[in-house]
């Protein structure tokens, strides 16, 4: 599975940006496909995504600010961000994982710049 990230750039504190990623296959069979992020010098967290019981998970530091929409009939995921923060900054990855072949893919990254 290919995964392709889109929509990254720079944006003042308090706006917004909305990231796409598409897969080359169905998501349907995925067990997950969301977000991750990697800001300078830290580790990679979860962002959010969609499991396969259809829940929605946010990560804390996220929830009310960003939206994760799942677009089947596409294979594509979205990531809305609003009211970003200079705490925002980061590389996002999209990612797909299959747990009947505990395969985990993901997307090349995307860089999300906020300034003050």
């Known amino acids: 599975v290919q995964l392709q990230a889109s929509g990254g750039g720079s944006v003042q504190a308090g706006g917004s940006l909305k990231l796409s990623c598409e897969a080359s296959e169905s998501i349907l069979s995925s067990d997950f496909m969301g977000w991750y992020r990697q800001a300078p010098g830290k580790q990679r967290e979860l962002v959010g995504g969609f499991t396969s019981s259809g829940i929605t998970n946010y990560a804390d530091f996220v929830k009310g600010r960003f939206t994760i929409i799942r677009d089947n009939a596409k294979d594509t995921v979205y990531l809305q961000m609003d009211s970003l923060k200079t705490e925002d900054t980061a590389v996002y990855y999209c990612?797909?994982?299959?747990?009947?072949?505990?395969?985990?893919?993901w997307g090349r990254g995307t860089q999300v710049t906020v300034s003050s």
């Open positions: 990612n797909v994982y299959y747990r009947s072949i505990a395969a985990s893919y």
